[in-house]
């Protein structure tokens, strides 16, 4: 029984949060924090940018695909989403080569959740490229040219270009999403991975309003 009223007030707490999200009562710097100089956003100036940084290695992140997947299948078209690969050296920064190589040969949308799924069920590490290679080819995709993008310079420059950001954005850790390149949700600051597209939904909100302004 003792251990009844920790989980009643852990499930209250999390009905609590998403009822304030709702309601877009946010505290900044409890639900979110700001950052003191915005990154600048890759998407049309009348798209709001939702940023999601991750690393498929991160069990966190898998965790939150099925929390995100749902939440991006809502948003209206003035929302654009933004993945980005976590660069912080060693496997880090191989699997970001990876990310960029299947959007490079232009499965980086179907391979996605397979590759999270091969990373944390199946226990691959696909940190060696045969072995990515061999992923690949599920898509169709030949041996040389899974070679060809992993090895492409584009890629490389990519991967560079994602840990300029990362700095930017003054991330200590993932997963986290950034709206406008301004608010900045983490796991910390909303309580949970079931909170963080709520909160973020309602700073989607929040930014609407500023612009309408």
Not at 25 to 47: C, F, N
Not at 130 to 145: I, N
Not at 171 to 196: E, H, K, Q
Request: with cysteine.
């Amino acid at each position: 029984m003792r251990k009844t009223i920790p989980l009643m007030a852990m499930a209250l707490a999390a009905l609590a949060l998403s009822t304030l999200a709702t309601a877009q009562s946010l505290v900044e710097g409890e639900h979110y924090e700001v950052l003191e100089e915005p990154v600048e956003t890759q998407v049309a100036e009348d798209k709001i940018e939702v940023t999601e940084a991750f690393w498929y290695g991160c069990p966190h992140c898998y965790n939150l695909q099925s929390h995100v997947r749902d939440w991006y299948a809502t948003l209206d078209d003035d929302v654009e989403v933004v993945h980005m690969p976590a660069t912080m050296g060693g496997d880090w920064n191989t699997h970001a080569r990876v990310f960029y190589a299947a959007e490079e040969l232009g499965i980086r949308e179907e391979a996605h959740a397979d590759i999270f799924h091969a990373i944390h069920e199946e226990n691959r590490s696909l940190t060696d490229m045969d072995e990515v290679a061999e992923l690949f080819s599920d898509y169709g995709v030949s041996e040389e040219e899974a070679h060809d993008a992993l090895d492409a310079f584009g890629v490389k420059s990519q991967v560079n270009q994602a840990h300029s950001r990362m700095r930017d954005m003054r991330l200590r850790g993932v997963p986290a999403l950034m709206i406008d390149g301004r608010y900045l949700v983490t796991p910390n600051s909303a309580g949970s991975l079931d909170n963080m597209p709520q909160i973020a939904a309602a700073l989607v909100d929040k930014v609407r309003e500023e612009r309408a302004d």
